[in-house]
């Protein structure tokens, strides 16, 4: 459990940070949804499954959210993910709940929440420093799953620590971050027995456009290139998605 600690006294920290957004006289309900299409799924540097179809849907009221996300890979594998989100934004903080399904376990059945649940649950933050200077700070903690352990078989309360800045180029979106794994973590992040390592360096690059017609429909391509110092390895993939 000391483990946790850093984790609890980021939560703390960054809970005391006054809230800069006025204040919303009323909270309306939305919703929203969309699917990629990437050339290759890549979790944190991890590679997980080959072209896959990734379909999306998210509710929204106020400064709550809850949203489900898929990845089903069609071309040669049988892997399929199914996530559930939940999100509370309090000013620059962000704090959520993940529900995550993975596929690939002893026991794949759905309702299974024993020592051999498919499930991981993840608690995570995350900080934006300001509008001027976007930088955002992540930090995410696996609190229950059968597969979160290390390379010794104990839990291992698999955590990630990352450091992004998005920016903008000529009307490009882009982003670039590095991630960090800060203990043995070997079932969720292939940490072969290590403790503190880089995971995840990427540089993403996307655009998007309203379709003509067709309002609230936008279609957009994006590319995401990905090191893994950690594994030794490096991933490009490529993907275009739709979004209503």
Do not use: C
């Not at 399929?80 to 704090?95: I, N, R």
């Not at 759905?110 to 649950?121: K, L």
């Not at 360096?201 to 998007?208: C, D, E, M, P, R």
């Amino acid at each position: 459990m000391k483990r946790l600690i850093p984790f609890t006294a980021l939560l703390l920290g960054l809970a005391l940070i006054p809230s800069s957004a006025p204040a919303q006289e009323r909270a309306t309900l939305s919703f929203s949804g969309g699917s990629d299409l990437v050339s290759g799924y890549v979790w944190r540097g991890v590679p997980v499954a080959g072209i896959s179809l990734q379909p999306t849907l998210a509710m929204s009221v106020g400064d709550f959210s809850a949203s489900a996300w898929g990845s089903v890979d069609f071309a040669s594998t049988p892997y399929k993910e199914m996530d559930l989100s939940l999100a509370y934004a309090l000013g620059p903080v962000t704090f959520s709940l993940t529900d995550y399904y993975w596929t690939g376990h002893p026991d794949d059945r759905y309702f299974v929440f024993d020592a051999n649940s498919p499930h991981r649950v993840e608690v995570g933050v995350s900080w934006v420093v300001s509008e001027k200077f976007p930088l955002n700070l992540s930090w995410y903690t696996m609190l229950f799953g059968a597969a979160d352990t290390n390379d010794r078989g104990k839990r291992a309360y698999a955590s990630y620590f990352e450091v992004a800045y998005p920016f903008a180029v000529k009307g490009i979106d882009m982003k670039a971050g590095v991630g960090m794994v800060p203990w043995n973590a070997e079932a969720t992040y292939l940490s072969a027995g290590r403790d503190f390592y880089v995971q995840n360096v990427f540089l993403n690059a996307g655009k998007s456009w309203e379709l003509k017609g067709a309002e609230g429909l936008s279609f957009g391509l994006f590319t995401n290139l990905i090191w893994n110092p950690a594994l030794e390895n490096v991933n490009f993939v490529g993907g275009i998605s739709l979004r209503m």
